[in-house]
Structures are given as structure tokens and as C-alpha cells.
């Protein structure tokens, strides 16, 4: 069974930094896509972020983050990391890890973690 368990979520001032880390387990990770989605107050979960597989790993994001946000995954600990810097309020969503088995197109979700509004 596939399981995520996101960290790193919390209060931080406008302008300021944060990094929440996605622990995979329970499938081969790096034959897998990673991506971050958020949901804000009200409205639909949206993509962040994404990265696929292997070394080079094709990274993708959403206009709304480029430039501020970084998505990364490191293979020996079965992590994938999103970097947010310049964070503005509307970045305020609970933010999902997911994690696409690319074979059979099987997605799995982790909780959320909780990035408050930084205003």
C-alpha cells in the first residue's frame, strides 16, 4: 500500500521561505511522478508542481509559482521536497503530495499539510 506523509507546513511572514517534504513509501519511487497540488478556501485543489521520473527528472509548474516555487526529489530517501520562497498570501491552501505509479496510472495522496495565510 501506498502511503505519503507530508511535514514542513506552518506559519511564516509574508515575503519568507518554506520547505515541506513528502516521505513515500510502500512503492518504487523513482519510477514514479511526484507532484504538490493545493487547496485553498473554497476552491478547487490545483497542481503546483511536478517532476517525473528519472536522473534529470522534467519539472513542470504552475504560472502562478514559477520562479518562487522549486520541486526536487532525492531517491535515496524517497522524498520529494516543494521550496516555496516569496510567499505571498495567496499561497495560503492546504498543500497534497502526490505520487503517480506511471505503469498503471495509480495516484495516491498524502494527507495535507497546512500552509496558513502569511499576511
Known amino acids: 500500500q501506498v502511503q505519503l506523509v507530508e511535514s514542513g507546513g506552518g506559519l511564516v511572514q509574508a515575503g519568507g521561505s518554506l520547505r515541506l517534504s513528502c516521505k513515500v513509501s510502500?512503492?518504487?519511487?523513482?519510477?514514479?511522478?511526484m507532484g504538490w497540488y493545493r487547496q485553498a478556501p473554497g476552491k478547487q485543489r490545483e497542481l503546483v508542481a511536478t517532476?517525473?521520473?528519472?536522473?534529470?527528472?522534467?519539472?513542470a509548474y504552475a504560472d502562478s509559482v514559477k520562479g518562487r516555487f522549486a520541486i526536487s526529489r532525492d531517491t535515496i530517501s524517497n522524498t520529494a521536497f516543494l521550496q516555496m520562497k516569496e510567499l505571498i498570501p495567496e499561497d495560503t491552501a492546504v498543500y497534497y503530495c502526490?505520487?503517480?505509479?506511471?505503469?498503471?496510472?495509480?495516484?495516491?495522496w498524502g494527507q495535507g499539510t497546512q500552509v496558513p495565510d502569511s499576511s
Open positions: 510502500g512503492t518504487i519511487f523513482s519510477l514514479n511522478v
Open positions: 502526490m505520487n503517480k505509479i506511471v505503469r498503471t496510472l495509480t495516484t495516491s
Open positions: 517532476v517525473t521520473p528519472g536522473g534529470g527528472g522534467s519539472k
